[in-house]
């Protein structure tokens, strides 16, 4: 592994990046705010366990094949466009003229929070290139084998930023608790939600293929 004071830099890098607004964080705060601290914090946890993926594929060399192919990372996009049009229009119409107390309005589930999580980060070929070109900066290939130095600052990015996104979450809820206490203004903060993923799905699918 790096030098001490280049995994400190490294941290801080992180930390800083962790908190620049972005599609990630616009789904963060808006889950917070109008869904409570469970649902964001799931979804932080979320982007995180993207990490299972996106780091092996990253130490083996996979995100420059995939950065060289402009039809998988079409196809990426596309898909996770999908989704989060999908998502976005179906909390809008589960928020659309239900009132708090109606048997038929649920809250988010822990498993669709997580599952929106992952799927928004695994599904934004930029996440993967970043990392591509982010971390081989902190990388010394008299340090050991590059690979495992990859996979290695890749979890330890991955475990930063959720500490940071996770306080981000906490916050994020404790501002919808002050206004939950209007029913009507928790179901617009959903309909926003919904508008957010609607327009983060736009964003994917009119994204211009990474290279050009």
């Not at 809820?173 to 993923?197: C, D, N």
Request: glycine share 10%; proline share 6%.
């Amino acid at each position: 592994m790096p030098e001490s004071s280049t995994i400190v830099a490294f941290i801080g890098a992180v930390v800083v990046l962790s908190v620049t607004p972005g599609p990630d964080m616009a789904l963060l705060v808006t889950r917070g705010i109008s869904q409570g601290r469970k649902a964001a914090c799931l979804t932080a946890l979320g982007f995180a366990l993207a990490g299972v993926v996106q780091l092996p594929l990253l130490a083996l060399g996979a995100a420059a094949v995939i950065q060289s192919s402009p039809l998988a990372l079409d196809a990426i996009r596309y898909v996770g466009a999908a989704y989060l049009l999908w998502r976005g229009v179906h909390l809008i119409r589960n928020a659309s003229g239900v009132s708090m107390n109606a048997p038929g309005r649920r809250p988010a589930t822990a498993l669709w929070a997580l599952r929106d999580g992952v799927i928004a980060s695994l599904t934004n070929p930029k996440g993967m290139i970043f990392l591509l070109a982010f971390l081989p900066q902190f990388i010394d290939p008299a340090e050991g084998p590059v690979g495992l130095q990859l996979f290695l600052l890749g979890l330890l990015m991955k475990s930063t930023a959720l500490i940071v996104e996770s306080g981000i979450a906490i916050a994020a809820a404790r501002v919808g608790s002050l206004v939950a206490r209007a029913p009507e203004t928790v179901i617009w903060l959903e309909r926003v939600s919904g508008v957010v993923l609607i327009g983060l799905g736009l964003r994917l699918a009119a994204m211009e293929r990474l290279g050009r």
